[in-house]
């Protein structure tokens, strides 16, 4: 019923940049928070950042200032720009969205979707 791809992850120098993109697509009535998670390895998920359908914003401590959420209503995707990369942002990136699509038998559906997850690995 609702896909969740992501895309944008890589290999980059501390220091550099990525962007993420994360889209949504199915028969999607609305799409409200949307949010990108983390996960590095031997460590828990952890909420990265967050935006509402309004365009209010939410970051970890350590990624303010360097990234930055928005989202694209018109595409239901959310971007994830992050600059001043350091190593220890190296992980696995985890889209999430609270989803309202229609099932097959014609009711509203709401969910939590996730993507499958992109790696970022920040390295020299």
């Known amino acids: 019923q609702v896909q969740v791809v992501e895309s944008g992850g890589g290999l980059v120098q501390p220091g550099g940049s990525l962007r993420l993109s994360c889209a949504v697509s199915g028969s999607i009535v609305s799409l409200n928070d949307m949010g990108w998670y983390r996960q590095a390895p031997g460590k828990e998920r952890e909420l990265v950042a967050s935006?509402?359908?309004?365009?209010?914003?939410n970051y970890e401590d350590s990624v303010k200032g360097r990234f930055t959420i928005s989202r694209d209503t018109a595409k239901n995707t959310v971007y994830l720009q992050m600059n001043s990369l350091k190593i220890e942002d190296t992980a696995e990136y985890y889209c999430?969205?609270?989803?309202?699509?229609?099932?097959?038998?014609?009711?509203?559906?709401?969910?939590?979707?996730w993507g499958k997850g992109i790696l970022v690995t920040v390295s020299s």
């Open positions: 999430n969205a609270d989803v309202v699509y229609i099932a097959t038998t014609g009711e509203f559906v709401a969910m939590k979707y």
């Open positions: 935006i509402t359908s309004g365009g209010d914003t």
